[in-house]
T-cell receptor, first 113, second 118 residues
Framework: GNSVTQMEGPVTLSEEAFLTINCTYTATGYPSLFWYVQYPGEGLQLLLK?????DKGSNKGFEATYRKETTSFHLEKGSVQVSDSAVYFCALSDSGGAQKLVFGQGTRLTINP | GAVVSQHPSRVICKSGTSVKIECRSL??????MFWYRQFPKKSLMLMATSNEGSKATYEQGVEKDKFLINHASLTLSTLTVTSAHPEDSSFYIC??????????????FGNGTRLTVT
């Protein structure tokens, strides 16, 4: 079945550091890929997405590229801020009609000033 | 943007009682709603998919008689945990999708409900 594997956290960085959170997936067909973010005390919010191979999703300085050859969708940001502290989830949706989301285990990110 | 309201945010109940969690789409009609369960330090696990006016589709291993889902209208789905036990303590999250999307429509998530069964 479909699955998503994220790098384990927690991840702690200093402000303005470069961020990479690895995500790899296993899927049949042609899934869409997502990164969701959960800020403290809030629900999940879509951060970015990519729907086909080589697509790059970007938002709020974050980027991720859909790499079919390596089945990866790593999240990157060049200079993180304290406000980026949150839990980040990589997810895929199947290519069938149900479009259910399969999530990775989440990575807790803490940015220190 | 689209908002999904989930209520209550926290609930503590005694073992053997039932608890109902509501999920409402506030500014759109949700043809499909999903219920997830999040274990500590683990990913969200899809429990069931509910479509308005029809029976929910449960994922393998989820007891449909224990986790009753009702999606009676286009803006409301409920999850009832029946005869709750301490092992049902978890974080439950709903999400809603309206209309038909292309290439994987993003979902709108509620803020979750922390259930503690004593």
């Amino acid at each position: 079945g479909n699955s998503v594997t994220q790098m384990e956290g927690p991840v702690t960085l200093s402000e303005e550091a470069f961020l990479t959170i690895n995500c790899t997936y296993t899927a049949t067909g042609y899934p869409s890929l997502f990164w969701y973010v959960q800020y403290p005390g809030e629900g999940l919010q879509l951060l970015l997405k990519a729907t086909k191979a080589d697509d790059k999703g970007s938002n709020k300085g974050f980027e991720a590229t859909y790499r079919k050859e390596t089945t990866s969708f790593h999240l990157e940001k060049g200079s993180v801020q304290v406000s980026d502290s949150a839990v980040y989830f990589c997810a895929l949706s199947d290519s069938g009609g149900a479009q259910k989301l399969v999530f990775g285990q989440g990575t807790r990110l803490t940015i220190n000033p | 943007g689209a908002v999904v309201s989930q209520h209550p945010s926290r609930v503590i109940c005694k073992s053997g009682t039932s608890v109902k969690i509501e999920c409402r789409s506030l500014d759109f009609q949700a043809t499909t709603m999903f219920w997830y369960r999040q274990f500590p330090k683990k990913s969200l696990m899809l429990m069931a998919t509910s479509n308005e006016g029809s029976k929910a589709t449960y994922e393998q291993g989820v007891e449909k008689d224990k986790f009753l889902i009702n999606h009676a209208s286009l803006t409301l789905s409920t999850l009832t945990v029946t005869s709750a036990h301490p092992e049902d303590s978890s974080f439950y999250i709903c999400s809603a999708r309206g209309g038909v999307g292309v290439g994987g429509s993003p979902l709108h998530f509620g803020n979750g409900t922390r259930l503690t069964v004593t």
